[in-house]
C-alpha cells in the first residue's frame, strides 16, 4: 500500500512529465471539482462515440433506450439540484440549466418553444453529435439520446407529469442544430 508520502512523490512527477507538453489545466491537476462537485474528462474524440456504438451493437434500439435512461436520471438529479439555486438567485430553472450545460461544455440549449405543456429545445453544440461527427463523419439518424433523457429527466421534473421525447433534428446528420419535442403522455 502506498503511504502520503509515496502519493505526493507520485503526483509530483506526473506533473513533472505532463508539463513538458501540455500547459496547467484551468480546470486544477488530479481531481477536478466544479461547483463542489468531483468530475472527470473525457475527450470527445471517443465519448460517447464507442460507447453508443458498441451499446446499439449488442442491444439494437434498446442500447439508445439505455443511454437515454441513464441521461434521464442525471437530468432529474440535475433538477433537484440546481432549483435552490434558481430561487435564490430568481433566475428561470430553465435558463439556469442551459446556463449549467454551456458551464460544463454538453452544448448550448435554449427553450424555443412552450405551448400547452409541449417543449420544443433546440442545442447547439451538443457534445454527442460532436462525438460522432468527429468520429464517423456523422449519422443518418439522431444520437443525442444522453442529452435528451436528460432534457427529459428535466422537463418532467420541472412540469411534474410524464413526457413522451424525440430528437428531430440533429447536428450529426448535418443540421445546424439538434431539436428535441417533449409532449406530455
Ligand atoms: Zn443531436
Redesign the pocket.
Known amino acids: 500500500m502506498l503511504d502520503k508520502r509515496e502519493i505526493k512523490e507520485i503526483d509530483d512527477n506526473a506533473r513533472k512529465i505532463i508539463r513538458k507538453f501540455a500547459p496547467e489545466n484551468p480546470c486544477g491537476e488530479g481531481r477536478i471539482t466544479l461547483l463542489k462537485r468531483r468530475y472527470v474528462m473525457l475527450s470527445t474524440d471517443y465519448f460517447p462515440f464507442d460507447l453508443t456504438k458498441d451499446l446499439e451493437e449488442i442491444f439494437g434500439v434498446a442500447g439508445d433506450t439505455l443511454l437515454f435512461k441513464g441521461g434521464k436520471s442525471v437530468g432529474t438529479d440535475i433538477y433537484e439540484r440546481y432549483h435552490d439555486l434558481a430561487e435564490k438567485y430568481n433566475v428561470d430553472i430553465r435558463d439556469l440549466i442551459s446556463a449549467v450545460g454551456y458551464y460544463f461544455g454538453w452544448g448550448t440549449g435554449k427553450v424555443v418553444e412552450r405551448k400547452d405543456g409541449v417543449y420544443k429545445i433546440h442545442?447547439y453544440d451538443?457534445f454527442?453529435?460532436d462525438s460522432f461527427i468527429k468520429r464517423n463523419g456523422g449519422a443518418k439518424k439522431?444520437?443525442?439520446h444522453f442529452?435528451r433523457g436528460v432534457l427529459s429527466g428535466l422537463v418532467e421534473s420541472i412540469e411534474k407529469r410524464e413526457y413522451k421525447s424525440k430528437?428531430t433534428k440533429?447536428?450529426?446528420m448535418g443540421d445546424e442544430y439538434?431539436e428535441f419535442i417533449f409532449e406530455p403522455k
Open positions: 442545442m451538443s454527442e453529435a439522431p444520437v443525442c442529452l430528437e440533429c447536428a450529426a439538434c
